[in-house]
């Protein structure tokens, strides 16, 4: 089947998405991304829709930065307008692909939504599935699961419409469309476990995202009938025992990180749940909040304070809704939490991980106009407290659905 079938009957699995679309689509330059652009490009022409292109340069090859410029006018060139974001910063050691690819979704998914843009497509294909699977599978049990069709990150949502493509197909597009691309020599590094998957040739069949869905489904629905998301960054559990993958996933969101603790350590706890300190989450018994568990963000763990301005992000976990006026820190309440106990019913363990503003002299502000949205929420479905206000005011909670 062409590839333009292909990715149009993927969108329609992944939509609607109303009858002018409009994608962010992430590029690198490289042959997939680039004919990704084209394919968005020529779907929401057809439509009266519009497509962005967001080109990463990480800043760690000397051509770089020459690349996507390059990379934009060939796009610009044919009709899609297109953005350069440049990264800064990412360490030269072993972590390097990681902390690229975590800074590489951070920085898309910031510009796709400052833009207006609501779904960004990603440029993964069967190859990069079935690597990924391969590369899952070494790691225990739960690996051969591959990347999702589709996930949310903070307010936009990531689909992979070529999941179903080989990349052969995708040049030989390119080709047809006269179209040039990128070679990135890391593609061919070994001293990255992907590339050393790659030529060794052990990728598996592109089964990954169908049994990642079926998996992320299964943990929406244990987590709908078990779990209670409150907006002010905690859950209730009332479970002796939980899913490894819904427990992980749990622990993901309530952290404001972008990914679950490792599986073994996860399945250790979820068999038989105990007091435990885990991913920066603190497990304990519920007491007075009800039967089960609770669990909240470790306070120790929270990040730095952030200054105080409208659409400020702190911890991974909260937005800044207002501009609070000059001067002022977003952090942590932590030991102030005990000043407040009497005018609330949350647990200590609960409010010293909520955010607070600070005034240049070191006083609480109130209220805090915060919004709960972690990075990433629960599953790739909706939870009730992804997406509501809460504030606090004089140390008393009060939700705010939006």
Not at 114 to 133: C, I, K, N
Not at 364 to 383: D, E, K, N
């Amino acid at each position: 089947m062409p590839v333009r079938h292909v990715f149009t009957e993927a969108l329609a699995q992944l939509g609607p998405f109303g009858a002018e679309p409009r994608f962010a689509v992430a590029v690198s330059g490289g042959a997939d991304s680039t004919a990704l652009a084209l394919l968005a490009h020529e779907f929401c022409a057809a439509r009266g829709g519009h497509v962005l292109a967001l080109i990463v340069d990480h800043g760690l090859r000397a051509d770089s930065a020459a690349e996507a410029v390059v990379t934009a006018r060939r796009l610009e060139a044919r009709g899609i307008a297109a953005h350069v974001l440049t990264l800064s910063g990412l360490p030269r050691d072993a972590g390097l692909q990681e902390a690229a690819r975590a800074a590489r979704y951070v920085a898309l998914a910031q510009a796709a939504f400052a833009a207006g843009y609501l779904h960004l497509l990603l440029g993964h294909h069967a190859a990069d599935q079935a690597e990924t699977v391969a590369m899952r599978a070494r790691r225990g049990p739960g690996g051969a699961e591959g990347m999702a069709a589709w996930s949310a990150r903070n307010q936009v949502l990531l689909l992979r419409p070529l999941l179903g493509v080989q990349p052969g197909a995708l040049r030989d597009y390119l080709r047809q469309q006269g179209m040039d691309w990128v070679e990135d020599p890391s593609n061919q590094a070994d001293k990255f476990e992907r590339v050393r998957i790659r030529q060794a040739g052990q990728g598996l069949p592109p089964m990954g995202a169908e049994a990642r869905a079926a998996r992320e489904m299964e943990d929406a629905a244990f987590l709908a009938r078990h779990a209670q998301i409150h907006p002010e960054g905690f859950a209730l559990l009332d479970a002796g025992s939980a899913p490894p993958s819904a427990l992980g996933a749990l622990i993901r969101t309530l952290s404001g990180t972008l990914y679950p603790p490792r599986q073994e350590r996860v399945a250790a706890l979820a068999g038989r749940l105990r007091p435990a300190t885990l991913g920066g989450v603190r497990l304990l018994p519920a007491g007075r909040l009800g039967p089960g568990w609770l669990l909240a963000r470790e306070s120790a763990a929270c990040a730095p304070a952030v200054t105080a301005i409208q659409g400020a992000r702190w911890d991974g976990r909260f937005t800044l809704l207002a501009e609070p006026g000059g001067g002022d820190n977003l952090g942590a309440l932590g030991v102030d939490a005990e000043k407040f106990r009497r005018y609330n019913d949350l647990p200590s363990v609960v409010l010293r991980a909520m955010p607070a503003l600070r005034g240049a002299d070191g006083n609480i502000r109130f209220p805090v106009p915060v919004w709960f949205s972690p990075a990433v929420p629960v599953t790739a479905y909706p939870f009730t407290a992804y997406g509501q206000f809460i504030c606090a005011d004089m140390g008393k909670r009060c939700r705010i659905p939006i």
